[in-house]
């Protein structure tokens, strides 16, 4: 599931008439980038959710890249990524992988999948990254206690553990899900999902196209 339904309100005039995830970057959309970077690695369906100016992504509905059917679906009412996601349901018919739309972590995704078969008594894997904390509001933070993951405090100027917006999840969170709310916060406050999380931290290159300064400095490696 690629989550692409933000407003990219922080980019103001940038996104009044394009959603972020079609800004261009070297003449290309990102999510055309994104897109591929996924298919490479044997998806069979790549579910993409759009909101804001929905129709804008009406090319990509039955598109195929590689061996990736892709699927569209346009919210007419917006719930945030939890929402998004229970909009959904029923087309998923396996253990999925989420994924931001506008951030690429360049690392093998695979792995994240072979992760969950080691660590199989969790529900929820994500893929974590190091920075340094710029922002007490940014980001959440998290830390590990033996095998569970926790939300941790944070530190100005410190490094902390943050998500790298890609996350597997077994099917069975499912029935546990609500129609509005943001996903992360959610799973990280309800009791079903305690000592349910998992994580993994990745050093591989990393681009957020998620504020202006991000956007206007990434490179795609």
């Known amino acids: 599931i ?6 990219g309100t922080r980019f103001k005039k940038l996104t009044k008439n394009i959603p972020k995830p079609l800004l261009k970057i070297n003449d290309k959309k990102f999510l055309d980038y994104l897109l ?4 490479r690695f044997g998806f069979k369906k790549i579910i993409i959710i759009a909101g804001y100016k929905g129709f804008k992504f009406k090319s990509y509905k039955g598109k195929k890249i590689l061996n990736s059917q ?4 346009i919210e007419k009412k917006f719930n945030g990524t939890l929402g998004a996601i229970d909009k959904v349901k029923n087309k998923i018919k396996s253990d999925f992988f989420i994924f931001n739309g506008d951030t690429i972590f360049n690392f093998n995704y695979l792995d994240l999948f072979n992760f969950s078969k080691i660590n199989n008594s969790k529900t929820i894997y994500l893929s974590l990254r190091k920075v340094i904390c710029k922002d007490l509001n940014r980001y959440t933070s998290y830390n590990f206690k033996k095998n569970d993951l926790y ?4 530190t100005l100027n410190k490094k902390i553990l943050i998500s790298g917006g ?9 029935k546990y899900l609500k129609r509005n709310g943001d996903f992360e916060d959610y799973i990280n406050k309800q009791k079903i999902f305690k000592n349910k999380i998992a994580g993994k931290i990745y050093s591989n290159s990393f681009i957020d196209i998620g504020v202006p300064k991000d956007f206007n400095s990434s490179g795609l490696f």
Do not use: M
């Not at 690629?2 to 407003?7: E, P, R």
């Not at 892709?70 to 679906?73: G, Q, S, T």
């Open 151 to 154: 939300i941790s405090k944070k």
């Open 70 to 73: 892709i699927e569209l679906f």
């Open 166 to 174: 890609i996350i597997f999840c077994k099917k069975t969170i499912l």
């Open 2 to 7: 690629i989550l692409a339904g933000g407003k």
């Open 36 to 39: 591929f970077d996924i298919a």
